[in-house]
């Protein structure tokens, strides 16, 4: 059961275009929305994190939308470089349970490729 | 920085053997994550612990057994390993927040091959 579902698999884009990853979840609980990135050989890092009382976060290049009534959220990526060819994996949390823990629900992961 | 180190980059091992698959954690971390990646299926994940000898299953625990003796270390166990247990693990580690984002760690990540 997906649980986040994230398109598109695979993304080349043009150096200094815009690059767009999509995800879409289900469950009204989640509350906290981390992208991460990922390059060959590496633990995924977070990028960047967005909270559903926001609808827009910006750092740097890099910006989340997020749409809280049709569940979805999206990672853009301006004036893409080839540095930012990874794997990208949108996640959200399951909200904070009793002992406080916090469970992250990924997407299956985007590999974008900027080709110069 | 926060580094968490996995005792194994690639290992291969023969159907029905008994796996350890170590992770440690320097930042005293509450939180211990162990994951799955394949091609197409994303992070999955397989156990994770709030505290030491504490631990709750994930999405896929079948055939997986954890073990947290000490709270910077956290084990994952394959008992009697399967060729459809081939794949990238990934721990992880968070602080123990209750009410604010919370960031987890990842290690490089042990590329398991079950022949």
């Known amino acids: 059961q997906q649980q986040v579902k994230q398109s598109p698999q695979s993304l080349i884009v043009q150096k200094g275009g815009i690059s767009i990853i999509n995800c879409a979840y289900e469950n009204t609980a989640f509350d906290y929305f981390p992208w991460y990135q990922q390059f060959p050989g590496k633990g995924p890092a977070l990028l960047i994190a967005?909270?559903?009382?926001?609808s827009e976060k910006k750092e740097g290049r890099f910006t989340i939308s997020f749409n809280k009534s049709a569940k979805q959220f999206s990672l853009h990526i301006m004036d893409s470089q080839p540095g930012d060819s990874a794997t990208y994996f949108c996640a959200a949390r399951r909200g904070v349970s009793n002992f406080g823990n916090e469970k992250l629900t990924f997407g299956t992961g985007t590999r974008l490729t900027i080709i110069p | 920085d926060v580094k968490v180190t996995q005792s194994s980059r690639y290992l291969v091992k023969r159907t029905g053997e008994k796996v350890f698959l170590e992770c440690v954690q320097d930042m005293d971390h509450e939180n211990m994550f162990w994951y799955r990646q394949d091609p197409g299926l994303g992070l999955r994940l397989i156990y994770f612990s709030y505290d030491v000898k504490m631990k709750e299953k994930g999405d896929i625990p079948e055939g997986y057994s954890v073990s947290r003796e000490k709270k910077e270390r956290f084990s994952l166990i394959l008992e009697s390993a399967s060729t459809n247990q081939t794949s990238m693990y990934l721990c992880a580690s968070s602080l123990l927040r209750t009410s604010r984002e919370n960031t987890q760690y990842f290690g490089p990540g042990t590329r398991l091959t079950v022949l």
């Open positions: 967005i909270r559903p009382d926001v």
